[in-house]
């Protein structure tokens, strides 16, 4: 899913630009104005997410001309709290208002939903035996009950349960999960992996194996 990010704030946007490809986007960043309302003429987008606050002009008169251009949901965020401002980007075509500063699960959850009511979409569903998870939603049940995942917990699981029984290396998991530019502790996908391991082997009797020397696979669930 593709994901126009407009933001002049170079740290920033470079930041959520990694936090949105962790979480499976595929974000293009515009610094301007003009540069969106040049992106958005070019090509589609799934979201397009707005600064208010912009070097060449005002990010609320900006929707206003994408809304214009194409009905791709648009969350405009900002630092500014007053009412008058939310109330002004609602109207000018904004679908939903995100004030900084913000968690980042929340964000794309609100991505998700401005998308959800667009398209009508609940997005691809991975399925091992009891185990569901909706890959967009970001959400897992066993047999119907909500199973609680953190966020690394459940990218590791969405990536296992694309292909049951595929062993994958642990620096695949590694890239899925935290991205070409993770500088933390070397064992921390054994580290979630063994949290996650635990979670579902109690609650859908499903296991998580150890291939000795390459990685993990998600073993398929026993014939009922």
Known sequence: MTVLLVEDHRELAQWLATELRHAGWAPEIASTAADARHRVRQRSYDVLLVDIGLPDGDGIALCRDLRAMT????????????????????????????AKPFAVDELLARMRAIRRRHHHDDGPILECGP????V??????????????????????????????RVYTREALLEAAWGYDFYGESNVVDVTVRRLRGRIAEAA?????????VGYRLASPPPP
């Open 205 to 213: 009797g499903i296991e998580l194996e150890a291939v000795r020397g």
């Open 131 to 134: 185990l569901r998870v909706w």
């Open 71 to 98: 009905d791709a949901p648009l969350l405009m965020v900002t630092a500014r709290q007053d009412v008058e401002d939310r109330v002004r980007a609602l109207d000018s075509g904004a679908d939903d208002y995100l």
């Open 136 to 165: 967009e939603e970001r959400r897992a049940e066993v047999a119907g009950a909500p199973l609680a995942l953190s966020r690394r917990e459940f990218d590791l699981l969405a990536v296992l349960m694309r292909h049951p029984g």
